[in-house]
């Protein structure tokens, strides 16, 4: 028997904001690109502010560079800290993506201090509760990082992270942006493990 619960169809990246996902799980994404049919659905462009208009051609670049097809690339039109608002619209919009994908593992944002992370990954719990979930770690917002999944990167992979982070040219000054945070996160997440880089993630539910 072989335990793989991401299975051979479609890996789904759920993220609020473009640059969520590539922070959480951006090596795991080059790791799988040459296994697994990739999908990732931000549900809001973040394009309230005038100083966001590049983000969705960031993100796209960024997501090309680790792997993931353009027309795999998925936007939703939900505002930005405004989610709680708009939850059964999310959930519905949710669903229509799960009978067009049909994942069968999906990654999702922590239930940490940001607001729309805490709706995108409660609803994402209620519409997908029929398969493998984990929550990635965004470092900036977590709760807590009592991760229990540990994914080991090859120094190829963080450095495909780190040019995929460097797309963001909006975000260029935030210290959480920055090469040598990438790196410090992904080294001290394995420190336990002896793992020189990785990424953690929190199991929901793991099918088999």
């Not at 993506?97 to 593992?105: D, E």
């Not at 990654?107 to 709706?119: A, G, K, S, W």
Request: proline share 3%.
């Amino acid at each position: 028997m072989k335990l793989d619960f991401i299975k051979k169809g479609p890996v789904l990246f759920i993220g609020c904001h473009p640059d969520d996902i590539e922070l959480g799980c951006g090596g795991l994404i080059n790791k799988l690109k040459n296994e697994n049919e990739i999908y990732v659905l931000n549900l809001s462009k973040n394009l309230d502010q005038p100083v966001h208009k590049n983000l969705v051609i960031e993100s796209k670049k960024s997501l090309k560079i680790l792997g993931v097809k353009e027309n795999n690339i998925i936007f939703g039109d939900f505002k930005s800290r405004e989610f709680s608002y708009q939850r059964q619209e999310i959930v519905d919009y949710l669903w229509q993506i799960k009978k067009k994908i049909k994942p069968t593992c999906i990654f999702i944002t922590p239930f940490d201090l940001h607001q729309d992370h805490q709706v995108c990954n409660m609803e994402s719990k209620r519409v997908f509760r029929e398969n493998s979930i984990l929550e990635y770690d965004l470092v900036r917002s977590s709760l807590d990082r009592n991760h229990s999944i540990f994914v080991k990167l090859t120094k190829k992979e963080l450095e495909a992270k780190i040019k995929a982070l460097k797309q963001y040219n909006t975000h260029s000054k935030k210290n959480y942006f920055k090469k040598q945070a990438i790196t410090s996160i992904a080294q001290s997440s394995g420190i336990k493990q002896g793992l020189d880089f990785c990424e953690i993630f929190k199991p929901v539910s793991i099918i088999f």
